[in-house]
């Protein structure tokens, strides 16, 4: 369990399984740092998907410019690329917008506030997630590897998880912990078996010591000996 996916979180759970041949990932800063550190020797493929949402979310979904259109439909046609000649294909297809419009992520504008700012930054942003995706070499892992492309088979689990935990946001973090536990269980194991897998013992309660019987020499109770009792009605009155 993490309350965000940060480095550490995902190092202490890389540390757990044995390195991969290869890790399909959606491209998060936390989890780069970590598969850098703990399997280094893993081959990376980057969701497709959510390297088209990336560009999207740039770019919206009808861009205004021949640049942003054109550069949009690159990023449609990852999921039509099959073959090695597909991905060389789609390759010179981006370098073949980068050697056109390539001046439009380089143009600057004066602002209001008296800075200098990229006059296409969008544009220049959504061309960076596909370039530094193409010169790591982790689009087209799947065609030597034959792995999944996309996160698409977890998302339908992750999605019921959220809507769980939304269900039943007021219950506490350890029940919300056990709840997902019980989930993720039963997607793995009959529901007449499941409490054999999820018995677990109790924690043994410390005892506290015994108290000793008699009058405490210490306390902070009220002691009729230095006059503290509660006096009410017609007390101390002849």
Known sequence: MAARESTAAWTALFEQIPPPLVVVTDGGTGIRAALANVWPDTHIQRCIFHLQLNVTRELTRNPRTRAGKALRQIALGLTRVHT??????????????????????????????????????????????????????????????GNPRATSRLEGLNSQIRHLLRNHRGMPISHRRRAVEWFLLLQEVPINQAHKHAHRPEPERPQSPAEPLGPALYDTALSSEEGLWIRTGWAGRG
């Open 84 to 145: 090695i000649e597909d991905a060389i294909t789609w390759r010179l297809t981006l370098e073949a917008w980068w050697q056109k419009y390539s001046h439009l992520t380089r143009e600057r504008t004066l602002y209001f506030n008296g800075q200098w700012g990229y006059t296409h930054d969008r544009l220049r942003k959504a061309w960076a997630v596909l370039h530094r995706a193409t010169e790591a070499g982790h689009i087209f892992t799947n065609l030597a590897h």
